[in-house]
Structure formats: structure tokens, C-alpha cells
């Protein structure tokens, strides 16, 4: 196994590399790409890809890989779902894109479909092509509706690259490094991230979780009657794959409903099924006041979605807000595709098999010995977190994991504020098979870089 650290591999994770991805045409693409295509980007991997179908990707010199990263939680519904290529074609040979020179219906339709599995009373949809995209719109929609200007956000989250969603990410210093002056008006809490920062025994009841940093925060730093919003991850991504104590989402609704502070819900990662259910939320019966959502949404189509009720939404009037883009009839097809084939195939209940699945096997890695610290997840978003017995980060072990499943032709992504967690997201259309595969070769990798 071999394993170099790119310089530019500091800000998403070490870059993992395979031998067998080092074949003549990669090596050309890489060139190519080195010349050609901006630095910025910070590669999980050095595959070059050119084909996709199903649970595999297919490199340029012809090796497959079982692909468990979706590309970041995207194609959940893997690579190429019939249904939703059925659907794109479809579009492709009607229309394409008005933009709001016209309604059209794909976006009526997709409106529709996304504010029925959407909590109780969001009920209004705006639509753009990103997360932070819909980062950036909600943040807008909550500051024009309350008149207030502070943001509050959770240490540790990700919310995306354009200055306001940076402004409201905390999980890496070097997402934000360089851009000051940032978006005022935005303050930090702690993230119930037990593992990382608490002292109260495992299981004990946690002050974040309760509330106690939010009103310290708003005894010393900022008056909760300044706050525009609270921005919250239910389930941190970037972050680490951190599920918070049960309860936590409901301190925010309760301080939120308390403050006159509307609730956005980011579910650019967590959400369309992810979890087990349609979104993360929806396991504490929790409603927000804004949810968003993009990622998995379109199934690798560029498409994100503001969800809220029709009430708070007018407080956008007629060009308050807007985009080229946001809602593209092609996007839009792509998403009700993507809606119809969860329900269809029946991939909520899925994800939860998956989740439970992985997390058996996980636990009998930490049962064996050396195995992850901790594992954690809803569904079929699941954390594996490596630390020593001292509970030091093990972040070139994680690194070695991955270039040792990348190896043996499985890809697997890490996260976390150290980089020492291996995430699984796995597509929902995995069969057991093709998973107990994945997980085979994951186990063995991380039962070979045992200390
Ligand atoms: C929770 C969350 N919000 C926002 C974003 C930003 O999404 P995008 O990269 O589509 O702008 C991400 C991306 O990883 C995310 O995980």
C-alpha cells in the first residue's frame, strides 16, 4: 500500500491514491487536468474518471470501483438510475430553460413534490442550483423577514464556499482563510460533538444538547433579539458525521420559538432519504422554519431547494431574490425523478437496512479490537471515528484506510474537524452483496492499520 499527501490535500482530507490508478492514461489526464483545471480543487482521491453505472465508477484505464463516497452524498440513487435517465432524456427533447422569463411546469411540478415530503407546514418553494446556493437564500429570506441581522451557526458546521455560507462554516479555518472581511453578524456555539469536546460521562444528559452555551451566549455575546436565525446541521457533515444527543434540535425550536428566531434546517447532506426518513429532522419531529436542501436532491443534476411556509416565504415580494438557473427544467425533471424512485423502490426503509447493516459490521471491528472509536450515524449516513486509547485523532490512519479500500478498487470518503473519520454513504440502491463487499474490504483495512 502507498499513500503521499499532496501539498493541497489539507482542507477536505488527505487526497487518497492508488497504484492501480497510476496506469498510462490516468497519468495523461492528470497532466492534462494540472494544466488545465484550477488548483482550488482538493481531490478525495486521484481517480480519473470517465464512466459511471449503477454502485461503480469506471476509470479512464478501464479499473471499476464500488463507489461508497456518491460523490459526497449525491447520487444516492447511483449512477445512471433508468428512471431518472429516462427522465432527463424526456426533458432534453421538450424543454430546456425559460429562467423567469416564464413559469414552466417541471418547476410547478417539482415545487409540488418537494413540499409534500417536506415536515408539516413548509409548504412554498425557491429554488437554485447549490447548497450554498440555498444557504446564501435562506440566510436572506430570515434577515428580510425579521429585520434583524444575526446569524447564529454551530462550531464545526459546513455550509458551503460563497462568502455567506464560508462566513457560516467552522469546521476547517482553511475554508475561510484569506476572504476576511467575512459576513458580519454571525456568532458561534458549540456543537453537542460529545466525543470531542464534552466532559459528562457517555450517555449523561449534555448541557449543549440543553441549551446551557446558547444562553451563555446570549447573556455575554449577542441579545437573542438580534438573531435573524439559527443555521444548524441535524446531522453535521463536513464536520465529522456528528449526531447529536437526542433533544438537541428540540432546545433550538424551543429557544428559537422563545426569541422570535426563525429555524433553518440545512439538509443539503442530510436530507431526500438519506437518513431513513425524508429528512434528518423528521426523526425528532422537529419542524423548521426553513429547511434546505440540494445534493442528493437532483442525483448529480445541479439543484438545491429553500423550503418554507407561504407566509414567511412573502416576505419575499417579486425580485427580492432570484437566479438564471435556480429551477432549470432539466434540474427539475432529474429531481421528481429522483422523489418518485425513493418511493418506488422503497429506499427510506432501505437506508435504514443499510445503516444497520454497516453499523454491525462496525461494531464487530470495535469488538475485535482496535477498531473505530466510535460509531455513529442515522440510516445510511454513518461516522466511523478513529482515535488512540489516549483519544488522539487518528488521522493518518484514516488516510491509510482509504488509500488501502482505493486500493482494493472501494471508494470511501473521510470528514471530520481532525479528518480522522471514514463517512459511508453508501447509494441507496446498493445490493447486500455489493455492500458486504464494501464493508469487507473496509474491515480488513481497518484491521490492517491496527496500532
Ligand atoms: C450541510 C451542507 N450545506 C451546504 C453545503 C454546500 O453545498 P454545495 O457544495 O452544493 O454548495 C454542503 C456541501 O457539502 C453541505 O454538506
Redesign the pocket.
Known amino acids: 500500500m502507498t499513500q503521499t499527501l499532496p501539498a493541497d490535500a489539507t482542507a477536505t482530507g488527505h487526497t487518497a491514491t492508488s497504484p492501480a490508478a497510476s496506469g498510462s492514461a490516468s497519468r495523461t489526464w492528470r497532466d492534462r487536468d494540472r494544466s488545465a483545471v484550477s488548483p482550488a480543487y482538493s481531490r478525495y482521491t486521484d481517480l480519473v474518471i470517465q464512466d459511471g453505472e449503477g454502485v461503480h465508477v469506471v476509470d479512464v484505464d478501464g479499473r471499476r470501483y464500488l463507489d461508497l463516497g456518491c460523490g459526497?452524498?449525491v447520487t444516492s440513487l447511483g449512477h445512471r438510475h433508468p428512471a431518472v435517465a429516462a427522465a432527463v432524456h424526456a426533458q432534453v427533447d421538450s424543454y430546456w430553460h425559460t429562467s423567469v422569463v416564464t413559469q414552466h411546469v417541471r418547476q410547478t411540478e417539482a415545487a409540488e413534490r418537494i413540499a409534500a415530503i417536506a415536515p408539516g407546514p413548509l409548504d412554498t418553494v425557491f429554488f437554485a442550483n447549490?447548497?450554498?446556493?440555498?444557504?446564501e437564500g435562506a440566510i436572506k429570506l430570515a434577515r428580510r423577514a425579521t429585520g434583524r441581522p444575526g446569524i447564529l451557526v454551530f462550531e464545526g458546521?459546513?455550509?458551503?464556499?460563497?462568502m455567506g455560507?464560508v462566513t457560516c462554516t467552522t469546521s476547517k479555518a482553511h475554508y475561510r482563510e484569506g476572504y476576511a472581511p467575512l459576513l458580519p453578524e454571525v456568532y458561534v456555539s458549540p456543537y453537542p460533538y460529545c466525543l470531542d469536546r464534552c466532559s459528562h460521562p457517555p450517555g449523561a444528559p449534555c448541557p449543549i444538547a440543553l441549551g446551557a452555551e446558547l444562553e451563555r451566549l446570549f447573556a455575554r455575546m449577542v441579545a437573542p433579539s438580534q438573531l435573524a436565525a439559527m443555521l444548524v446541521?441535524p446531522i453535521q457533515?463536513?464536520g465529522g458525521y456528528v449526531v447529536p444527543p437526542a433533544g438537541f434540535l428540540g432546545t433550538l425550536r424551543r429557544l428559537c420559538d422563545q426569541h422570535g428566531i426563525l429555524l433553518i434546517a440545512?439538509?443539503?447532506?442530510?436530507g431526500m432519504g438519506r437518513t431513513g426518513r425524508w429528512f434528518a429532522v423528521d426523526h425528532e419531529q422537529v419542524v423548521p422554519d426553513v429547511l434546505?436542501t440540494?445534493?442528493a436532491l437532483g442525483n448529480g443534476l445541479p439543484i438545491?431547494a429553500i423550503v418554507a411556509r407561504r407566509e414567511l416565504m412573502g416576505a419575499w415580494d417579486p425580485g427580492a431574490h432570484g437566479t438564471t438557473f435556480g429551477g432549470n427544467a432539466v434540474a427539475c425533471a432529474a429531481a421528481i425523478a429522483v422523489i418518485d424512485t425513493i418511493e418506488r423502490e422503497g429506499l427510506l426503509a432501505r437506508a435504514t437496512a443499510i445503516g444497520a447493516r454497516s453499523q454491525a459490521a462496525a461494531r464487530g471491528w470495535q469488538a475485535a479490537g482496535g477498531g473505530p472509536a466510535e460509531v455513529r450515524g442515522v440510516g445510511a449516513m454513518i461516522g466511523l471515528e478513529f482515535r488512540d486509547d489516549a483519544g488522539r485523532p487518528q488521522t493518518e490512519r484514516v488516510a491509510r484506510i482509504r488509500a488501502a479500500c482505493l486500493e482494493a478498487g472501494v471508494i470511501v470518503l473521510g470528514c471530520g474537524i481532525h479528518d480522522n473519520v471514514i463517512r459511508l454513504i453508501p447509494p441507496l440502491v446498493i445490493s447486500d452483496a455489493d455492500l458486504d463487499h464494501g464493508l469487507s474490504v473496509l474491515g480488513q483495512a481497518v484491521q490492517a492499520t491496527r496500532p
Open positions: 459526497i452524498a447549490s447548497g450554498a446556493e440555498v444557504v458546521g459546513f455550509h458551503g464556499r460563497t455560507a446541521e457533515g463536513e440545512d439538509e443539503v447532506q442530510s434546505i440540494a445534493k438545491g
